[in-house]
């Protein structure tokens, strides 16, 4: 994500250009008006933390094309990512490997690019562990494994 201000537009609204969104037609990059872009940082920055890779340019076209729309499907949008997540994290999970693994507080996150900062392991009764991640945009940070 290169975003760089533009000034106003023809309707008077502030713009800005996503310098990495270029294309023949849009040597400068996308613009777009300062509402999409407040839409547009936090769901990127959203599908960031549950994916842990950069966007391709044609995952970043698309995203920027559905900033556009309302935020109630954008919200939608992000309840489909944060659970195909879980589920990773869950599967992750039940593999032997993470299932004899002891965590420790700097670990990285099994989950995100984040560390861990608070780890509870719970005793044989209850075989729970609960992780606390550092990244605030990982929506695993009170998971509960059974």
């Avoid at 340019?57 to 499907?73: D, R």
């Avoid at 195909?84 to 989950?111: H, T």
Wanted: aromatic share 8%; glycine share 8%; hydrophobic share 35%.
């Amino acid at each position: 994500m290169d975003l760089q201000y533009k000034g106003m537009n023809h309707r008077g609204r502030k713009e800005w250009v996503e310098r990495d969104l270029t294309s023949p037609t849009q040597p400068d990059g996308l613009a777009m008006e300062e509402w999409q872009v407040n839409q547009y940082v936090p769901f990127v920055e959203g599908i960031l933390a549950c994916i842990g890779r950069n966007l391709t340019k044609e995952e970043l076209n698309t995203v920027a094309w559905l900033a556009g729309s309302a935020q109630s499907t954008i919200d939608n949008i992000m309840s489909l990512i944060k659970s195909a997540n879980i589920l990773k994290g869950a599967n992750r999970m039940e593999n032997q490997e993470y299932k004899s693994r002891e965590f420790k507080v700097g670990d990285d996150c099994p989950f995100c690019n984040g560390k861990l900062i608070d780890i509870n392991n719970g005793g044989l009764l209850d075989n729970k562990i609960v992780l606390k991640c550092s990244n605030d945009q990982c929506y695993f940070n009170q998971v509960d494994f059974r």
